[in-house]
């Protein structure tokens, strides 16, 4: 069973820039590898599909990651008080 995720909103803000870096830098360099051994020769369109689907695998971790931790939250506390 897994554990919960115990970081604040700032940590996991700060961890999606760090998953874009890497998941959009693997995406290009896998991209490019397979670009050259399945094509011959350097082509520039795998790197552009690769490097996609990492901002598009690391926008979707991050979207769930910080919906998970606004959706635990109270929502008693953010109600906006109406002026008498």
């Not at 830098?25 to 552009?48: D, E, N, R, T």
């Not at 695998?57 to 959706?71: R, T, V």
Request: some cysteine; aromatic content about 12%.
């Amino acid at each position: 069973m897994p554990k919960p995720d115990t970081r604040d909103f700032e940590e996991r803000y700060s961890s999606c820039f760090l998953d874009l870096g890497v998941k959009t830098v693997a995406g290009l360099l896998i991209g490019s590898m397979m670009g050259s051994f399945f094509l011959h020769g350097y082509k520039k369109w795998p790197m552009y599909i690769g490097g996609g689907l990492g901002v598009g695998m690391a926008y979707k971790n991050c979207e769930n990651s910080l919906n998970n931790f606004l959706l635990s939250m109270d929502p008693k506390a953010c109600v906006i008080k109406k002026k008498p």
